[in-house]
């Protein structure tokens, strides 16, 4: 017997969130200005907002534009339901001109992270070879292996997040990290901070 599908109720989104979200697709915002919509000014102000400037509060928003609380929850909604279509139907709204690495290194001595920009993305399991920190990181060669990588979709800049440790790369070392982090022994987020060697450590006390 199929079951009956029933529609849960969404919690409406804050205008807050909404301004948040699209100041950090200022680049695509822009392209939805001059379309014969009442919510140009928004635009405008939402594009101006710089990375360390606060959002504007709704209060502000309401006095700069002379509009009602009201209208302007209007203007924020509409704003963003045509945001979302204009990316879902056109691939030219949203276009990453620049991609970024973000190199993060876990060494015996220490972690550093640098900015950078590759032909090509290391994979998971390989190895690299940076020996200008490996003073920094291991106090000896720079050699490591990649074992996590996350992607960063900013404003026209796409980084790609490279996470490595000393070490070399063992399929069953992390099969148990992440049995592990499955079970609640070890989560991710501790064992970013951890040396392969104290993990290796907590992983061969839980599971002899």
């Avoid at 032909?119 to 390989?126: L, S």
């Avoid at 200008?132 to 026209?156: C, K, L, M, Q, W």
């Avoid at 399929?171 to 987020?189: I, T």
Wanted: charged share 30%.
């Amino acid at each position: 017997m199929r079951r009956k599908k029933t529609d849960s109720k969404k919690e409406p989104i804050r205008a807050r969130d909404i301004l948040i979200n699209l100041s950090l697709a200022r680049t695509a915002l822009a392209k939805l200005k001059n379309k014969g919509k009442e919510y140009d000014p928004l635009i405008d102000t939402i594009t101006a907002i710089g990375e360390d400037d606060p959002i504007p509060a709704s209060k502000d928003l309401q006095r700069r534009f002379s509009i009602s609380p009201a209208k302007l929850k209007k203007w924020i909604d509409t704003l963003y339901e045509d945001f979302l279509n204009a990316i879902r139907t056109d691939s030219t709204v949203i276009q990453y001109t620049r991609l970024d690495h973000r190199i993060c290194i876990y060494g015996f001595r220490g972690f550093i992270s640098f900015l950078c920009q590759l032909p090509i993305t290391p994979r998971i399991g390989e190895a690299i070879d940076i020996p200008f920190i490996g003073a920094y990181t291991t106090g000896s060669r720079g050699s490591y292996y990649v074992y996590d990588i996350s992607y960063e979709f900013g404003d026209s800049i796409m980084t790609v997040n490279i996470w490595a440790r000393q070490g070399f790369y063992n399929k069953h070392f992390e099969y148990l990290k992440d049995r592990a982090d499955f079970e609640g022994q070890l989560s991710k987020v501790k064992s970013y901070g951890m040396t392969e060697y104290e993990i290796e450590k907590e992983l061969k006390a839980w599971y002899k």
